[in-house]
């Protein structure tokens, strides 16, 4: 959450940083804001709102310099307005600061300054580090350091992230010292973008594209100092170090929206190609298996586990659940899926034999970077299944299997979803035929997926008919999601995205859990939306059905091509392709994402932006 610019060189600033934050607008957009240094002066834009907003203003009152930092927010401390927004100058202005990350000694440190007679304006805690680098500067000033040298700057900023306890990524600057940007991180992310006479900062790849593609990802307790001609690395215990210079690949395509009106509509559509992405390469149809790069364990060290944990949050965190089934299944692995958040602090007792994978679309969730981490000291093999190359999860995991979806920029992850649905059954395949599997039964799964990017295609063409539904039902504020074994997980991931985009309350259940309590919430406004594709339990997932007609709810019902039997007792039904009952979750889940996309648009609301929420969750 948040995302944080930076540019040292001898372009104006301004532009860059403000076309970096549009790049960064899905990690927060409760306000932007820039600072620019021009000849000692800083000059500072910022507006509570998206950064067109920010755009506007820099129209009217446009800034000059060469060097800048900028900022997009996720309000974390204070409400979004001008004056909690970033950048946050300290002392008289001699020292200004953007943040992502949360302070959370930062009250403590406020009274200690307000003591000493620093004057706050907003009610953030990165204005605290703004005052407290200003701080520990003007006393370096009085031991007798040079106000204009750059090793008294470093000094300072190193002296006041010695104080606070929490995480940050932080961008830097001194109005009196030019050509100069200080970065630090502990914990959210932060990557260098190494031009010809210039230098750029950015909390991921995404601003650099066009302009560099070689960059160093910075490190916990690392500090970065640049200016227009260099870099220097300092790390808090090892100190200066030669940068490790990665390529980035060429920016990927499809960042645009490509004719679709938002980006949440076409990364629904992208899925034929991005489970096909997910896929390629993976399949070994001469062993019928899956076969995957970057795992770094050998087939002899995988045999011996015997449990695995899948940790995630959100929508990652039901394609464990997903994934849960899936492995048990096929493997017959023991396997729990935990919410990062929980795991991080619980210490359930894990032996040495449980393999741990961290399920995460932009590989810098907080919650779920805490749980891996925690996970690795206690020594257990810690993979990563996830979109975003470079991030600090990716780097960080002992191996894993990036999903290869290209970037999902809409809020709603969708895309991520079934990528990390395809992965997780290429991983249960894999994991099955190193143990029990026979030949034919992995073949038989391979010849299942590789029909699957058809199926999608052939599940999108419901558009249409979803658009009427979310007609007949977009006024209702009450729905609930049910379904049951591999379909139980896409309920409450359908549940996510009505919630999440239309603000309409929805709760996810296994359709037979219904009856234990939520069926007390059914009436005529109530909506139960029915995973209900052929199975083997298909019988008993018609008698839940039976049970919420016999008390008024109208039901919208998935079902596979040709039964009408669901055609006499839904209200509405939409078709899928009969697909494998491990396989349903990838064609059920897209009828419910257009579904939830048609009536948050019918509602006014905004559907790549929804309020609240940012894409990347980098706070606690
Ligand atoms: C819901 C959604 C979130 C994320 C969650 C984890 O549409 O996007 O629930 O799934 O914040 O994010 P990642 O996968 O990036 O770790």
């Known amino acids: 959450m948040c995302g944080i610019v930076g540019y040292v060189g001898f372009r104006p600033a301004a532009e860059i940083l403000l076309e970096g934050l549009r790049r960064l607008e899905y990690r927060g957009y409760d306000s932007a804001g820039i600072a620019v240094i021009d000849a000692g002066e800083i000059s500072i834009r910022k507006k509570a709102g998206r950064v067109q907003e920010l755009a506007r203003l820099l129209e009217k009152h446009p800034v000059n310099g060469s ?119 502990l914990g959210s992310p932060l990557v260098i973008g190494m031009g010809q006479g210039e230098y750029f900062l950015a909390s991921d790849a995404g601003p650099l ?69 997910a896929m390629r390469g993976r399949l070994d149809e001469d062993e019928a298996t899956a076969k995957f790069g970057g795992l770094n364990l050998t087939p002899q060290q995988l045999r011996r586990i015997d449990r695995i ?59 779920t970077l805490a749980a891996m981490r925690e996970c690795k000291r206690k020594g257990h093999p810690t993979l990563a299944i996830c979109n975003v190359v470079g991030s600090t999860i990716a780097r960080e995991a002992d191996g ?11 809020v709603a992850s969708t895309k991520a979803f079934t990528s990390q649905v395809t992965v997780l059954t290429l991983l249960a395949l894999y994991l099955g035929r190193l143990r029990n599997m026979s030949y034919p039964a992995g073949q038989r799964i391979i010849s299942h997926l590789q029909a699957m990017p058809d199926a999608i295609r052939k599940t999108l063409e419901c558009h249409d008919q979803i658009k009427d539904i979310a007609q007949r039902y977009c006024d209702y504020d009450n729905f609930l999601y049910l379904g049951r074994l ?76 040709g039964d009408a039997k669901l055609d006499q007792l839904a209200d509405d039904v939409v078709y899928v392709p009969f697909v494998e009952e491990y396989l349903q979750p990838l064609v059920c889940s897209i009828p419910l994402q257009l579904l939830s996309y048609e009536i948050a648009l019918l509602r006014g609301c905004n559907v790549d932006r929804p309020r609240n929420l940012a894409k990347s969750v980098t706070v606690e």
Request: net charge negative; hydrophobic share 40%; charged share 20%.
């Open 400 to 410: 894993g299997i990036f999903l290869h979806a290209g970037p999902e920029v809409g």
């Open 67 to 185: 060097l800048g930092i900028g900022h997009t927010r996720w309000a974390t401390h204070g409400q979004p307005s001008d004056i909690n927004s970033h950048p946050h100058v300290g002392g008289n202005g001699e020292v200004v600061v953007v943040h992502n990350g949360v302070i959370e000694n930062y009250s403590i440190l406020k009274s200690h300054l307000q003591t000493l007679g620093y004057v706050f304006r907003s009610s953030t805690d990165t204005e605290v580090a703004a005052h407290l680098i200003a701080h520990e500067f003007s006393e370096l000033i009085k031991m007798g350091e040079d106000p204009e040298s750059s090793n008294t700057a470093i000094q300072a900023v190193e002296a006041a992230i010695k104080q606070f306890k929490g995480t940050y990524g932080l961008g830097v600057l001194f109005r009196d010292i030019p050509d100069f940007l200080i970065a630090a991180r």
């Open 309 to 367: 944990v899948l940790t995630g949050c959100g929508t990652s965190w039901h394609a464990g659940l997903v994934g849960e089934y899936l492995i048990e299944e096929f493997a017959r692995i023991p396997t729990e899926v935990e919410y990062a958040s929980e795991l991080r602090y619980r210490n359930p007792p894990l032996s040495t034999s449980t393999m741990v994978f961290a399920i995460t679309q932009s590989g810098e969730t907080a919650d």
């Open 209 to 277: 594209a066009g302009h560099t593609q070689e960059v160093v990802y910075l490190s916990d307790h690392e500090l970065v100092v640049l200016t227009s001609q260099g870099m220097q690395l300092h790390h808090r215990d090892t100190g200066k170090h030669a940068p490790d210079v990665q390529v980035l690949a060429q920016a990927e395509s499809g960042s645009g929206l490509n004719g679709f009106e938002h980006y949440m509509l076409k990364e629904i559509f992208e899925q034929p190609e991005t489970i096909e992405n």
């Open 486 to 561: 591999y379909n139980f997980p896409v309920a409450l991931e359908g549940a996510l995205k009505l919630k999440e985009i239309s603000y309409i309350h929805a709760e996810g259940y296994p359709a037979a859990e219904m009856k234990h309590g939520p069926i007390a919430l059914v009436d005529e406004r109530t909506p139960s939306v029915f995973i209900a594709p052929r199975g083997h339990i298909y019988p008993k997932v018609m008698s839940n059905l039976e049970e919420i007609k016999a008390r008024k709810g109208p039901v919208i019902a998935l079902a596979c091509e």
